[in-house]
């Protein structure tokens, strides 16, 4: 019943920044927690960064961790994660996802994903 697209991703070098995008549509009045999540070619989904409907609790993987801040702007029903000082290892795509309250961040306890955007980080 939510509609979840990513922007915002492309070829860029190590130590460049990017911001991902996440617009979501259809029902959308309920009070989601927001997450990322990101998959390279033969791994398992990953969990990166969620936020609360509020904005006020935000918890990233210790990979991504003073790298990625991940925001939102409810009245845009849109979620962000900027992504600074990338590294080849953060090449993967990256999908947005939504729930109704954080707490897991296991990939199956999320309700609703995004297609995904291709980020990759070149030497």
């Known amino acids: 019943q939510v509609q979840l697209v990513e922007s915002g991703g492309g070829l860029v070098q190590a130590g460049d920044s990017l911001r991902l995008s996440c617009a979501a549509s259809g029902r959308t009045s309920g009070s989601y927690c927001m997450g990322w999540f990101r998959q390279d070619p033969g791994k398992e989904r990953e969990f990166v960064a969620r936020i609360s409907w509020s904005g006020g609790s935000t918890y990233s993987t210790d990979s991504v961790k003073g790298r990625f801040t991940i925001s939102r702007d409810n009245a845009k029903n849109t979620v962000y994660l900027q992504m600074n000082r990338l590294k080849p290892e953060d090449t993967a795509v990256y999908y947005c996802?939504?729930?109704?309250?954080?707490?897991?961040?296991?990939?199956?306890?999320?309700?609703?994903w995004g297609p995904g955007t291709q980020v990759t980080v070149s030497s």
């Open positions: 996802a939504a729930r109704p309250l954080c707490g897991s961040n296991w990939r199956g306890d999320w309700d609703y």
